[in-house]
């Protein structure tokens, strides 16, 4: 039983910058990999950024040096620092965090319930 509350989505004009939080709380041994998928309308889930528990980053070849995820390991949280956005950035953005269980001692992975972000041209 892990909880993803994600914020800070919205309308947002192209240029313009958002920066999204995920917070994780519940039975939560340890955190492996934080990260946010994106889904348009159409279009199937892609990722856009993953961040490890050391700090090593990935992101996707159409976010690179516009986007910058980060996290905050005493709080469980991840953020994305989202500037220069296009209208092609609309989508439906989704916390995805693994780790291991403090209850089962086993590994899980939970989906937050997703946030929206509209870039106007």
């Known amino acids: 039983q892990v909880q993803l509350v994600e914020s800070g989505g919205g309308l947002v004009q192209g240029g313009g910058s958002l920066r999204l939080s995920c917070a994780a709380s519940?039975?939560?041994?340890?955190?492996?990999?934080m990260g946010w998928y994106r889904q348009a309308p159409g279009k199937q889930r892609e990722l856009v950024a993953t961040?490890?528990?050391?700090?090593?980053?990935n992101y996707a070849d159409s976010v690179k040096g516009r986007f910058t995820i980060s996290r905050d390991n005493a709080k469980n949280t991840v953020y994305l620092q989202m500037n220069s956005l296009k209208p092609e950035d609309t989508a439906v953005y989704y916390c995805?965090?693994?780790?291991?269980?403090?209850?089962?001692?086993?590994?899980?992975?939970?989906w937050g319930q997703g946030t929206q972000v509209t870039v106007s041209s």
């Open positions: 995805n965090v693994g780790g291991l269980s403090s209850w089962t001692r086993t590994p899980f992975a939970s």
């Open positions: 519940g039975r939560i041994l340890s955190i492996n990999y």
């Open positions: 961040i490890t528990s050391g700090g090593s980053t």
